[in-house]
DNA sequence: CGATAACTTGACTATCATCAATACCAGTGG
DNA sequence: CCACTGGTATTGATGATAGTCAAGTTATCG
């Protein structure tokens, strides 16, 4: 690890800093009493990343896989002439870095996008709660980044804005992170449109007509929308469930040609 | 499952059809005698999905993970007004439908894009060397999933194009199923589409580009790169790499704007 | 309160989508 | 052997979404 990471500051440690993570980790499987204990010593050996440092780099060896606490974090490439596109988002409770083959090298780079408290995640037993946990974490990551493409490939920037807004918003309410329909939202314009795939003056242009339209407030870092479920009927966002069955997205998959926006 | 699946015809079993699969899994990571056997005796319980037919479907329960041994399969979703996008590619010798926790619902659909020759993925026991290769096989498919993320949000349809055979040239060449710097593409320019979040008509036009500048021949199921490195080199593609470290992508990952094509 | 980053806005362009024919090609049945 | 058929590929004309460039206008934070 080459990051400035430090020891977490007193100021920091007051009760229930935490909690997000420990409340989105819960949301996934009960975890028992023994598993908690776990997630609280572990908890209790946090350090901070700052903004913009590489929590893994590309290419390098990996270390234990980590918690994200607090903070946002994402997986970021970057083309040779500087393009750059965010890959996926780590929100608090997430899991980064697992590996389970025998080299442990990182395969994409993940950026502190703010300041990021983290800890190790404590080893699971076998068969323990906490294994199912982090199992769980781990399919829905992936039901993330498949969802990420079909926004990049299928919709058009009105709708990747939303889709987007409304994956966070799930997101961030299973960390307990969200009032009302609203949420913090560190991420710039620019970081939306490196996820999105669009340039930071569409981007700018769209969010101002869905504000225009009434679908969405942002203002200083903090988004609210109006009418989460309207938004997600509109664009057919079906939301990973690890719970049950989900909704089909279209009808029998057997045929269909392709029909952009 | 669904599927009219079927058991193998006996002209199948002729010695070696099963060849790259088996090839393209010991190319992941050395299989010792013992899960070569293991192998052998699941791929002799093979069976066949026709063309069109679902080898997974969205929301349904998962039987047992699968090898294929022929044909090309893919994971798709199709939105409620039937715009269709193909999320990753499967090819001879990849598993599909690994997962690790309790609960077996498929996370997307999975679709027999040619007929399909499948067998059951054997258990393998723990600290087995074909525990590794499913390991990294799973890292690989990530992979493959975070390049088609920077494919369709920062690549150009020509880009796309390139990076996509590219990625397809090399899987199969770990399968040892090139033949020079040519392979067999059962896809067809609107499934092409569908993969890299563009129009059938776009994807003709830009093939045909390809075609008067020399990069490319295709022509009744065959694809022939003329000249992969520079391509590669052009697009600045990384090639995922499980067996060491991989060139750096970009630069410091630390700042860089977003400027798309 | 000044400086830097973030956000807005306008004018113009380009890439890609849409619509609509037409050409091609393999397999089918007469 | 050939017309017929359905899927696939190709082409042209036109339009819309999103990108580019460049100049402001706010925020935000030492």
């Known amino acids: 690890m ?24 819960n949301a996934l499987g009960p975890l ?15 350090r901070i990343v700052p903004v913009r440092h590489p929590i893994l780099t590309l290419g390098r ?69 906490l294994e199912q946990v982090y199992a769980v974490g781990e399919a829905l990551d992936e039901a993330y980044l498949l969802g990420h493409v079909v926004q990049l490939g299928r919709l058009n920037a009105q709708e990747r804005i939303g889709d987007f807004l409304l994956e966070i918003y799930e997101r961030l309410s299973l960390a307990g992170l969200t009032v009302g329909g609203s949420f913090e939202m560190p991420l710039t314009q620019e970081m939306l449109a490196d996820a999105l ?7 700018n242009r769209m969010i101002q007509q869905a504000r225009r339209d009434g679908d969405l407030m942002w203002k200083s870092g903090r988004v609210l929308l109006r009418d989460p ?6 664009i057919g966002r079906l939301r990973p ?9 279209g009808t029998d998959t057997t045929s269909e040609p392709s029909r952009p926006a």
């Open 61 to 129: 060896p990996m270390p234990e896989s980590q918690i994200l606490l607090q903070g946002w974090a994402a997986r970021v490439r970057i083309l040779p002439d500087g393009r750059r596109q965010f890959m996926s988002f780590y929100l608090p409770g997430d899991v980064i870095g697992r590996v389970h083959h025998a080299l442990p090298i990182a395969s994409a780079t993940v950026l502190a996008l703010t300041e990021c408290v983290l800890c190790t995640a404590p080893a699971a037993p076998a068969g323990s709660s």
């Open 32 to 46: 028992d009493a023994a598993d908690r204990e776990r997630l609280r010593a572990a908890m209790a050996e946090a």
């Open 2 to 25: 080459t990051q400035l990471s430090r020891k977490i500051r007193p100021e920091d440690e007051v009760e229930g800093l935490d909690a997000p993570a420990l409340r989105r980790l």
């Open 241 to 249: 469930q690890v719970t049950g069955a989900q909704p089909e997205g």
């Open 197 to 203: 795939g669009l340039t930071p003056v569409h981007v």
């Open 229 to 234: 479920d309207r938004t997600a009927r509109t």
